[in-house]
């Protein structure tokens, strides 16, 4: 059990353009999503957290119109970056966590992988 | 704010040796921790977890960890390391919200 996807695993893209990510729970019914950032040798910083229906709350220095978040569902999250620049070249990792279950833990995706060129 | 460290970035060992990592956290009230494991090329999986009770907990894979109040303490264990557990270690850290705060990681190399 608690299993989560996340498509695509790579992506490459042009500078300019847009990407979404999509990060599924699949076996459990997720009401907090979390995005996480992982920089090569370095920890993961949390970008966002997003609750089922309202919006996404941000980390401090993570701009929101740029890394566009949606949760509209108890299974679904997106991360759309917008306006892709090499330097959002990065690790985008979803964690999900089971709202029905009282113990507070999470559940990784195995990541996607955004190269910009 | 809180904050975890994890002291050892690199570790090697040969298999068989003990493996004992490191990490502190800095919040002063209850706090949930967690160890994390990411396999070369796999995503995050959880180790162990503590929340409250025994102070010393088991997790997966022979591994357990020991929470230390007094020292703000989460170290990570194993009495006899195998070549498989070659991967990337994270202590996390949660205090009175849904965020988990993550420490730096360490990389454990384990050689036959």
């Known amino acids: 059990g608690a299993v989560v996807s996340q498509h695509p695993s790579r992506v490459i893209c042009k500078s300019g353009t847009s990407v979404k990510i999509e990060c599924r729970s699949l076996d459990f019914q997720a009401t907090t999503m979390f995005w996480y950032r992982q920089f090569p040798k370095k920890s993961l910083m949390l970008m966002a957290t997003s609750n089922e229906g309202s919006k996404a709350t941000y980390e401090q220095g993570v701009e929101k119109d740029k890394f566009l978040i949606n949760h509209a569902s108890l299974t679904l999250s997106t991360l759309t970056v917008t306006s892709a620049h090499p330097e959002d070249s990065s690790f985008y990792i979803c964690?999900?966590?089971?709202?029905?279950?009282?113990?507070?833990?999470?559940?990784f995706g195995p990541g996607t992988r955004l190269t910009v060129l | 704010a809180q904050s975890v460290s994890q002291h050892n970035h690199h570790v090697i060992l040969s298999e068989a040796a003990s493996l004992e990592l490191g990490c502190n956290y800095s919040y002063g009230g209850t706090v949930n921790l967690f160890w994390y494991v990411q396999y070369p090329g796999q995503h995050l999986q959880l180790l162990l977890k503590y929340f409250s009770g025994d102070p010393l907990v088991k997790g997966i894979k022979g591994f357990e960890a020991e929470f230390i109040k007094s020292k703000f303490s989460f170290n990570l264990r194993k009495p006899s390391v195998q070549w498989s557990d070659t991967a990337e270690y994270f202590c996390a850290v949660n205090a009175d919200t849904d965020k988990l705060i993550f420490g730096t990681g360490t990389r454990l190399q384990v050689f036959p």
């Open positions: 964690s999900a966590r089971d709202g029905t279950i009282s113990t507070d833990t999470q559940y």
